[in-house]
């Protein structure tokens, strides 16, 4: 994916390495490459992006991003245990009739 000034592959480890040490200087914390890409899914679909734009920012098929890409975190857990509860025990829309007379 990189390549350094004699056009040869970089390697992984190094490249982590690299951005860690910029991350740390810019005060940052050291997390990895691999590591902000679980972030950024996850936090994309916690805000309702749907899985197929998730997946797409990010230059996967939704499988792969399904797979390996997401958590849940207990505040969506939560929302859905609330959406759930809301669904169950409110009362079911009242549907108001009319009836046309045909004179």
Known sequence: MFIGRTGQP?????ITSRFNQLATAAGCRPIGP???????????LD????IHE????LGHDPATLMRYYTRINANR???A????AHLLTEPPPTATTSRVRLD
Do not use: F, K, V
């Open 10 to 14: 970089l390697r992984p480890d190094n």
């Open 34 to 44: 691999h590591q902000i890409r679980h972030l950024i899914a996850s936090t994309m």
């Open 47 to 50: 805000t309702g992006y749907g």
């Open 54 to 57: 998730t997946a797409e920012r």
């Open 77 to 79: 857990r939560h929302q």
């Open 81 to 84: 245990t609330q959406h759930l």
